[in-house]
């Protein structure tokens, strides 16, 4: 068709469109070794805080996944970019699993709050901290805000109505860097050498505002 450029790349989500937890979604493999066969990129792209991208990458590969390291664009990724470029010293609300993408940071006297996805570390106090470095004058960078996640057991609560928390008690906006914002798929793709109407994407549309986003990002 007229008007119509090439597809050159193919961003594909991995919780709850590859993999749940340590079990693969049934056909995933198969997909992705056919979607291999044809003359397009791939890059895989995450919000997962809960660990590491080499744990990631360990956990797919142990699932049978033909995926390597450097295909794999995390908002852990995107979040480390950010704080180099801004040279924060954050006040790291991850997991602890996560903390390995974040070697080498300086954390010393905090002046930046940065917050995933942490269950054993949303507690009043943890939280109370933040919530004061914010007061005076920190920024709040959130890896990402979804509402909730899908585990083997149903639906879980997400980073969202914490970080959400924090803006209302702190009247403040905070910065996004993971899915859905524009800027992390324009991220992801700058390796592959393609502009966004060059490239799909394939999730699981977690949240209503992702799969507008990813229809935006396909169309501008």
């Given at each position: 068709?007229?008007?119509?450029?090439?597809?050159?790349?193919?961003?594909?989500?991995?919780?709850?469109?590859l993999h749940i937890?340590?079990?693969?979604?049934?056909g995933a493999q198969?997909?992705?070794?056919?979607?291999?066969?044809?003359?397009?990129?791939?890059?895989?792209?995450?919000?997962?805080?809960?660990?590491?991208?080499?744990?990631?990458?360990?956990?797919?590969?142990?699932?049978?996944?033909?995926?390597?390291?450097?295909?794999?664009?995390?908002?852990?990724?995107?979040?480390?970019?950010?704080?180099?470029?801004?040279?924060?010293?954050?006040?790291?609300?991850?997991?602890?699993?996560?903390?390995?993408?974040?070697?080498?940071?300086?954390?010393?006297?905090?002046?930046?709050?940065?917050?995933?996805?942490?269950?054993?570390?949303?507690?009043?106090?943890?939280?109370?901290?933040?919530?004061?470095?914010?007061?005076?004058?920190?920024?709040?960078?959130?890896?990402h805000k979804a509402?909730?996640?899908?585990?083997?057991?149903?639906?879980?609560?997400?980073?969202?109505?914490?970080?959400?928390?924090?803006?209302?008690?702190?009247?403040?906006?905070?910065?996004?860097?993971?899915?859905?914002?524009?800027?992390?798929?324009?991220?992801?793709?700058?390796?592959?050498?393609?502009?966004?109407?060059?490239?799909?994407?394939?999730?699981?549309?977690?949240?209503?505002?992702?799969?507008?986003?990813?229809?935006?990002?396909?169309?501008?």
């Amino acid at each position: 068709m007229a008007g119509r450029r090439a597809l050159k790349a193919i961003l594909i989500d991995l919780s709850g469109t590859l993999h749940i937890e340590d079990t693969a979604v049934p056909g995933a493999q198969e997909a992705l070794n056919r979607l291999r066969q044809e003359s397009v990129a791939v890059k895989f792209v995450t919000n997962t805080t809960k660990e590491s991208k080499r744990n990631l990458l360990e956990r797919l590969q142990k699932l049978n996944f033909d995926i390597q390291e450097k295909e794999i664009f995390t908002s852990l990724t995107a979040a480390r970019d950010l704080i180099e470029q801004k040279k924060h010293r954050p006040l790291l609300l991850v997991d602890d699993g996560a903390l390995e993408d974040f070697t080498g940071m300086d954390t010393t006297e905090p002046n930046a709050v940065v917050i995933g996805l942490a269950p054993d570390h949303f507690n009043y106090r943890t939280l109370n901290k933040a919530f004061k470095m914010i007061l005076d004058g920190a920024p709040l960078i959130a890896i990402h805000k979804a509402r909730y996640y899908k585990r083997k057991d149903g639906l879980a609560l997400g980073p969202g109505p914490f970080i959400t928390g924090l803006e209302y008690a702190t009247d403040c906006q905070a910065t996004v860097v993971g899915k859905p914002e524009k800027t992390f798929f324009t991220q992801a793709l700058a390796d592959l050498g393609c502009s966004p109407n060059e490239a799909i994407m394939i999730g699981d549309g977690s949240t209503e505002k992702e799969m507008k986003t990813k229809s935006t990002l396909l169309l501008t």
